[in-house]
């Protein structure tokens, strides 16, 4: 399977930005002086990076590498800071600076009027170590029917009762009056540190601010219950993890609004519907973090016309790409593990046979190959 290192790199060249589309002459005057810098601008068209293409490598040294405002979206779903073994490496601090870092750099290579999705979830088991310990009583799994309040109400009868006199008592043993007043034996320990929910859509908000996007639109992804995955179902009155975001942020820019892009139908089931319920992929066999690929696809359909390029940053297996070849998009991988590099090229090489083969009229990247 070919790779970008055996392509020939397209010389580089520096332009203005094409607005052949725009007729600035006919925009508000306020209007006019926010854009005319985004389209005047000089730009490099020097790309390592070929379209159709599997990119082996780190995000933040390939993105500078991409043609200046040639995206029209980027849709992807970065490390969650959850506990997956492929993030196991990340602290939090080298987990924003990777986020912080991916975003600044699309917004040179988002086209003026151009999206970036990003796929996310909160962080519901988020170590704080500032964080008090949780007194939890967990009634259901006691052994002993005495409750702190049997005690305390001991205690207020028999002011000068010492603990084994008030385990006489109540008919229970000594160390269960101490759980009961002081809380040991709960969930977590005394050394561990607690764990609480980090809510993530402010940082993103913050960082997509920061690199010149604007927050247009968030959608609410109901995927299947994770029980099994919950370590709290019966320890607390937390919910389980069963839903994520998808934040779309907007670069300034002429936004081409089409509609028939879906059908009416569409439109009202999932096209202006803020919560999108589709389930999860049932087997990760492949990849730990796999997302279903009808969550790019809708993306995809909704905020861009065929031919339009399609960048995923974090493609693991490669369903953005599919996404994209199926929707008549060409599209932009970039993977960190070689493992799922292959995976994902070949997963592209086979469906751009499939589309080859009942005669679709996309034109795939001629280079891949089955292994």
Not at 82 to 103: C, P, S
Not at 225 to 249: C, G, H, K, M, T
Request: contains cysteine; charged residues 25%; proline residues 5%.
């Amino acid at each position: 399977m070919s790779t970008a290192g055996t392509r020939k790199v397209r010389k580089c060249r520096v332009s203005k930005n094409e607005k052949s589309e725009l007729n600035f002459s006919r925009l508000p005057p306020l209007l006019r002086t926010q854009l005319q810098p985004l389209y005047d601008k000089e730009v490099s068209s020097c790309s390592n990076l070929e379209v159709d293409t599997i990119h082996h490598g780190d995000a933040l040294e390939l993105l500078p590498k991409l043609e200046s405002n040639s995206v029209s979206l980027s849709v992807w779903s970065p490390p969650y800071f959850v506990g997956k073994d492929y993030e196991a490496h990340l602290e939090f601090r080298e987990w924003q600076e990777l986020l912080r870092g991916v975003i600044s750099l699309h917004f040179p290579i988002i086209k003026p009027g151009g999206f970036l999705a990003i796929n996310i979830a909160d962080i519901l088991v988020f170590r704080d170590h500032e964080m008090p310990r949780i007194q939890a009583e967990v009634v259901g799994r006691q052994r002993s029917s005495v409750s702190r309040k049997d005690v305390l109400q001991a205690m207020q009868k028999h002011p000068d009762f010492n603990r084994y006199q008030l385990a006489e008592l109540l008919g229970c043993s000594e160390q269960t009056i101490d759980r009961r007043l002081n809380g040991n034996n709960i969930r977590g320990g005394k050394s561990v540190a607690q764990t609480r929910v980090k809510i993530v859509g402010g940082l993103v908000e913050d960082w997509a601010l920061d690199a010149g996007f604007y927050p247009y639109d968030r959608r609410i992804w109901v995927k299947d219950p994770a029980w099994e995955n919950s370590r709290w179902a019966s320890l607390s009155y937390r919910s389980v993890d069963e839903f994520e975001y998808l934040y779309i942020y907007w670069k300034p820019g002429i936004t081409r609004i089409d509609r028939s892009r879906l059908t009416g139908t569409e439109w009202k089931e999932w096209g202006s519907r803020g919560v999108w319920q589709f389930p999860s992929v049932r087997s990760n066999d492949d990849h730990e973090a796999k997302f279903p690929i009808e969550l790019p696809t809708r993306a995809i359909r909704l905020l861009t016309d065929p031919g339009d390029i399609v960048l995923d940053c974090f493609v693991g297996s490669g369903t953005t790409a599919i996404a994209s070849i199926r929707e008549k998009r060409h599209f932009i991988g970039i993977e960190l593990d070689a493992g799922y590099v292959q995976l994902a090229r070949r997963a592209v090489a086979k469906q751009t046979i499939r589309l080859i083969e009942s005669q679709s009229n996309y034109h795939a990247n001629p280079d891949f190959e089955i292994d």
